[in-house]
């Protein structure tokens, strides 16, 4: 970096302290040469102004949602976006980090990953009650990664790099393997610039029984750049994120463009915390919430290193009946913006404004109170969405069911279907049927790679068209298979998971969307690309499935063990017993009966018997 000397300091002579020198340098007048230049440098360098070109960005915001149900759901957003190119592999580019993190920095560039995607999930989003989420994520843990096309074998930096986030994490993502790995043809497309058509670079996991807890949360916090020390992540308090009714934080990495033209690449690192409050679980009772009521906690300065810093509240369908409710402190700016192809209301809370804060306790607490006219809102329900589950009866067959709805009044579009079902579940590939409005819907598009016992999963992949106002039931049926008694967890008997169904599709928007994704917009806008203003583009998950095999009587080796012991003990014993003791010939004695007739027979003077 360049120093650059104050206005009109240029042609200025600096002075330095000169230091008189003998017979060379010593050691203290090299010392004081050392602080004189520094000095001089400092007094040529303007006051409060960073000296390098800083090639990185940070940015956070949380949005909070008022649900028709009577929740309040949160969404947290960290972006953090790099000028650097780590495909490149130019050591000197990435060997100083300033607000990306060095932990996942260097995880990156050692496996050449192009694109990583990782999801904890505690509970599920109720898309019928709740509306349609900025990012699903299915329960339990996702993983799915691009890598670059420089690796040579895939499958080896799979499972190293699973193993290392596992650590990173403190997850159990080791547990990933080849028995619940799979390979998308089609459904998980990158989400940055690159324009990949090999899949063979993709891997995708997922665990469903994964728990999610606070060992999760600390080193997530740790990839901000303030950390839980100010800005929005002083909100992120554990105890009370994990008392809420859904709980998702994830991470994700990928390329974008660095201007409009995409001349060049940038790293955008976006870390993303989604949780609901129940605020009637809560004790309070009352639809009246505040920041403090949720966290616990109030705003007290913003973070240092963010560029942009914001809190936005969705007030759509109240901007028009503004008796029902009230703000504090008054919003100061308002926000119209098109998210999941629908307009939508916000008042924005501009975090970098010194006035929002309290001048008597330096803090800021959003607070909103419905007045009493205000009556409960009508459930908003998602033009698509999706549910599953199974049916039948007895621990031999099965059968998955699977429901799409498009509430759509008169526009019909495709949707991408994957199923990841487990090799323990024999699938009847011939019984797939789809049916929509009582007809057959023939899929566009079909792939299917059949299942091997203890080494990979079925994986399912159908494009199938949803027509206009119908509800689409896609079945198949299945067979538990046997497992060894090793197999089998610590709690056979609480069944095994079966992951999320995951569809991709592009809805039609009742509104023009927005193209140009370099455009100064909010984060919650940038998840997903745009390319047609007239659709957008949503990938749900399914409920996890709960399946029970055929579990043998474990607490028969237990009374096994307990028989054998007491055979042993009674059997062995006695016999061991007989082996090892001491007979003695004993010369028999008189009894008590013959006691007492000596003593009478001596009273008598009679000699004794």
């Known amino acids: 970096c360049r120093l650059s000397s104050r206005p009109g300091s240029a042609g200025r002579v600096m002075a330095v302290p000169t230091v008189p020198m003998a017979m060379g340098p010593s050691p203290g007048s090299r010392l004081l040469l050392a602080v004189g230049l520094l000095a001089a440098a400092s007094s040529a ?28 759901a949160a969404n947290f957003q960290f972006r953090t976006r790099w000028d650097v190119d780590l495909g490149h592999g130019d050591k000197s580019r990435v060997s100083h980090y300033r607000l990306f993190p060095k932990s996942l920095g260097q995880v990156l560039s050692k496996f050449a990953v192009r694109e990583l995607h990782l999801s904890f999930t505690h509970g599920f989003w109720r898309r019928t009650g709740w509306g349609q989420p900025f990012l699903q994520a299915p329960p339990g843990a996702e993983l799915w990664v691009w890598f670059q096309p420089s690796v040579t074998d895939v499958d080896t ?14 997850a159990s993502l080791n547990f990933i393997d080849s028995t619940n790995t799979v390979t998308p043809t089609a459904s998980f497309k990158p989400l940055g610039i690159i324009n990949e058509t090999n899949h063979n670079y993709l891997r995708y996991a997922a665990l469903p029984r994964e728990i999610v807890c606070t060992e999760n949360l600390t080193p997530w916090k740790k990839l901000l750049p303030c950390g839980s020390k100010a800005g929005l992540g002083v909100l992120l308090k554990a105890e009370r994120l994990f008392h809420t009714s859904y709980h998702s934080q ?5 390329p974008v463009c660095r201007d409009q033209l995409c001349t060049s690449i940038s790293w955008e690192l976006t870390l993303s915390l989604s949780v609901v409050f129940d605020l009637h679980a809560a004790g309070s009772g009352k639809r009246e919430w505040s920041l403090f009521k949720m966290f616990s906690r109030t705003l007290t300065e913003v973070c240092p290193l963010a560029s942009q810093s914001a809190i936005y509240v ?18 100061p700016k308002w926000l119209n913006a098109t998210v999941h192809g629908q307009k939508r209301f916000y008042a924005v809370y501009n975090l970098m404004n010194p006035e929002l804060y309290s001048a008597s306790s330096h803090s800021l607490n959003v607070v909103l109170k419905w007045k009493p006219s205000k009556q409960f809102a009508v459930p908003e329900v998602p033009v698509f969405h999706a549910e599953r589950y199974v049916s039948g009866f007895g621990l031999w067959t099965g059968k998955i069911n699977t429901l799409i709805y498009n509430y759509h009044p008169y526009r019909s579009f495709p949707v991408l279907m994957m199923e990841v079902v487990p090799w323990y579940l024999r699938l009847y590939v011939h019984t797939l049927t789809i049916n929509t409005k009582g007809k057959e819907n023939k899929p566009s598009y079909i ?8 080494e990979c999963p079925h994986l399912l ?17 299945f067979e538990r298979a046997l497992l060894k008694w090793t197999e089998y967890p610590p709690d056979p008997n609480h069944g095994f998971y079966v992951g999320s169904s995951v569809l991709s599709a592009l809805v039609p928007s009742s509104v023009t969307m927005e193209t140009n994704s370099t455009k100064p917009m909010p984060l919650f806008n940038r998840l997903f690309p745009f390319i047609d203003p007239s659709v957008y583009f949503v990938r749900l998950y399914t409920e996890a499935l709960l399946v029970n095999l055929p579990t043998p009587d474990f607490s028969m080796p237990y009374n096994v063990i307990c028989l054998t012991c007491t055979v042993v003990a009674v059997g062995y014993g006695s016999f061991y017993n007989l082996l090892t003791r001491t007979f003695q010939i004993a010369e028999p004695t008189g009894g008590v009966a013959k006691k007492i007739a000596n003593v009478i027979r001596r009273l008598r003077g009679v000699p004794p018997i």
């Open 45 to 72: 360098l303007p006051l409060g102004t960073g000296q390098c070109a800083q090639r990185d960005r940070f940015e956070e915001e949380l949005v909070l949602k008022p649900l028709s149900t009577g929740d309040v």
């Open 157 to 170: 930096t799979w499972k190293e790099l699973s193993n290392v986030l596992s650590g990173l994490f403190c």
């Open 250 to 254: 994830a991470v994700h990495v990928r």
């Open 314 to 331: 969705d007030v759509t369908g109240k901007e028009k009946i503004n008796d029902t409710y009230e703000l504090m402190p008054p919003v």
């Open 447 to 454: 792939h299917y790679q059949p299942a091997k016992d203890r």
């Open 461 to 477: 992949e159908m494009l199938i068209q949803l027509p206009a106002n119908s509800i689409t039931k896609i079945s198949i049926e």
